[in-house]
């Protein structure tokens, strides 16, 4: 199972939008509504943000939205902040009944 | 307050097994499964396997079949990841994380094993 490929980066200034693709298959992605999005800030464990493709946890912003089309998700972060600089990594559940996570990508606040 | 425990640091030589605990705690152990998921240093997230918490059934992704065992014990509430046949890329920092219908809510803090000579 090959890792879902995301950008390796993504920047915006505070109070912009920025949007970070996450690509699969019909396999995983494409084939499923089980699409999570992790944050993980530097030496810290990774914070769920959403779930199922565009579900929020209790206490996460709601600057923080996900879509889905096809074989792709998207998070979107609206209003962007100095604290939302961190890595992100995509996760989908796949037809081998097993999980993949995106190659991650690095959110810079300019 | 739900969380999830882990053991310590680990180090090991070239072809020596590891075994990491996760212990949860604030819910009812057996509810939910556990996923395993790694990081080598600088690199991102590798999902390794998961184990039903239930009955043990388990399921392993490809590139760690044969090499990694997952256990529970429902009488101390603890799962296990044993790793066999280290290489020095397997240094990395292991995650257990709850298992909650494919979605990982709750995340250990992580236990680092460093392989080397």
């Known amino acids: 199972q090959s890792a879902l490929t995301q950008p390796a980066s993504v920047s915006g200034s505070p109070g912009q939008s920025i949007t970070i693709s996450c690509t699969g298959t019909?396999?995983?992605?494409?084939?499923?509504?089980?699409v999570s999005w992790y944050q993980q800030h530097p030496g810290k464990a990774p914070k769920l943000m959403i779930y199922?493709?565009?579900n929020r946890p209790s206490g996460v912003s709601n600057r923080f939205s996900g879509s889905k089309s096809g074989n792709t998700a998207s998070l979107t972060i609206s209003g962007l902040q100095a604290e939302d600089e961190a890595d992100y990594y995509c996760?989908?559940?796949?037809?081998?009944?097993?999980?993949?996570f995106g190659t991650g990508t690095k959110v810079t606040v300019l | 307050q739900v969380q999830l425990v882990q053991s310590g640091v680990e180090v090991r030589k070239p072809g020596a097994s590891v075994k990491v605990s996760c212990k949860p705690s604030?819910?009812?152990?057996?509810?939910?499964?556990i996923s395993w998921v790694r990081q080598a240093p600088g690199q991102g997230l590798e999902w390794m396997g998961w184990?039903?918490?239930?009955?043990?059934?388990?399921k392993y992704a490809q590139n760690f079949q044969g090499r990694v065992t997952l256990t529970r014990d429902t009488s101390t509430s603890t799962a296990y990841l044993d790793l066999r046949s280290l290489r020095s890329d397997d240094t990395a920092v292991y995650f257990c994380?709850?298992?909650?219908?494919?979605?990982?809510?709750?995340w250990g803090q992580g236990s680092m094993v460093t392989v080397s000579s």
């Open positions: 994380v709850r298992d909650k219908n494919y979605v990982f809510d709750i």
């Open positions: 604030g819910y009812t152990f057996s509810s939910y499964g």
């Open positions: 184990i039903s918490a239930y009955n043990g059934n388990t």
């Open positions: 019909s396999s995983d992605i494409g084939g499923y509504k089980y």
């Open positions: 199922e493709v565009s």
């Open positions: 996760m989908s559940y796949t037809t081998s009944t097993t999980r993949v």
